[in-house]
């Protein structure tokens, strides 16, 4: 399945460094539908991508292939020179490839402390040690408790989960994600739902730990794109419209069309901006 | 997208005292091991064995349900070829009770590995109906081979002695065993939900997909909860067939898996008390209302209903509600 030629060339078609992660010809059909088509994406390495598109636009599903939630109709999909198009979600976070949710995903019973654990309990292995206390989990407490320092939640470790408010949850699950200290993020529109401060509070946080690190996230709110991404890439109707820096990409004519003919409100603040 | 648990802002997990269990949890065990201990020397221990043998089930079946979220509806083929297994070993080949148990066990945990490979593709209903249908399989396998003697069941097996030494035709010897294996697996299932792997095992019934995200690989713990889970199943069908002396059809039956989860869901599903509640008073209604006949079956029902309808976390889940603890 792996074709080397392929292998060794990805990257290298963009002319700079090799992309850390790079799509070619992904395509993706539910009975006919088409949600994603021939999309080529190539994410550089140490740089905060962004994915946007109007309502309807397959970012979702462009998300969910490359997290391997789904799996792809046709292309390929290369992280850090491998081919992980036929590999299963768990694997790839394995790899370093974490993604988010975009409904806060923590585990709600479970206290913010063990949270942050279960991501550092991966250290260890798979955890298939049914027959053992819980004693070698407490090595990790300090660190899980820095990491809830680093995010503001160390007053809450003792606290369940469930019963954070919902900006903190997101931050429990940047901690949580933290923790497996990803080579790569994959955030599925990390402030949807968010009061203005906690969106502020999540591109601050979000700007910070994507230091030394690759970031591509699906995002609504075009002010939290500009703030954040160093290069963008327009999706509408399954394809790629438009790729690169913000102040080009939103003078782009094609794109604003593609958002005053769907959302004016957005588009409005495209041509703000 | 609701998370409103009914919970006051931010409430602090109970600290674990000991072995696992919160201070709450330790007192509720001390009640129940003093219950164990003394109950035979008030109330007949046949009875109190049915109740310690069901109880084991009831845990074994809490373990998938109330852990990992999954409601098997074929644990009766468990519990049942637990007891074929066991009883025809110990009659037919002679074995003593403990190796014929330990067997039992195992055989019902090697058909929870293949039950559980092809039950854990599919989630929700679609698991239950998938174990239901496989037990049904199991139970027409059981009504045909040769070994089980199909309607009659394997009758007179003997209790024989342990470890060559405890003469189990005693009642109250037997009893000893029976509440020593219900503890261990008691304890073991505990155990098994405050290990490294039950952490992962509760998120993922938290999250899955969360969980498959920070790399678990969700599918090889629930394989293996189930394969525990039905191993320790297999052993409390086993411990009843050596207590009855018989390893009937009726153990294997899906009325058996039915009854597990009305046992279950009565005590309170997901707690640790719940399972041994539930099965003592399904037990003990059985016995004492065995007079009302075919009524007892309705009485269950309605039970049933009442429970759905009025108290849904079960009796152990509205204590520990009342009383603001885990149990």
Redesign the interface.
Known sequence: MSNTTTERTAGISSGQQPALLETRGLTKEFRGFVAVSDVNLSVQPGTIHGLIGPNGAGKTTCFNLL?K?LQPTRGTIHYNGRNITRM????I??LGL????Q?S???????VL?NV???L??E?G?????????A??RAYNERAMALLEDVGLAE?A???A???P?GR?RALEIA?TLA?DPKMMLLDEPTAGMTHADVDHIVELVKRVAQGRTVLMVEHNLKVVEGLCDTITVLTRGRVLAEGPYAEVSRNPEVIAAYLGTDPEQSGAMAHA | MADGSGFSPAPAAAKDVLFGFTLAQLLAFGLMVAFVVISPFILYPVFLMNVLCFALFACAFNLLIGYLGLLSFGHAAFFGMGGYICGHLAKVLGLPPELAIIAGGLVAAALGAGMGWLAIRRTGIYFAMVTLALAQMVYFFCLQAPFTHGEDGIQSIPRGKLLGFFDLSNDFTLYWLVAGIFLAGFLMIHRIVHSPFGQVMKAIRENEPRAISLGYRADDYKLIAFILSAGLAGVAGATKSIVFGIATLNDVHWNMSGEVVLMTLLGGLGTVFGPVVGAAVIITMQNYLAEFGAWVTVMQGGIFVICVLAFRRGIIGEIANFLRVRL
């Open positions: 997290t939630f299963a979600p768990a694997d976070a394995r974490i993604r988010s949710f409904i995903a923590v585990f709600a019973s479970q206290t063990e654990r279960l991501a309990q991966r260890r798979a955890s298939f040690d049914f027959w053992r206390s819980e070698p989990l809450y003792t606290a369940t469930g019963s954070l919902y949850k949580t497996m």
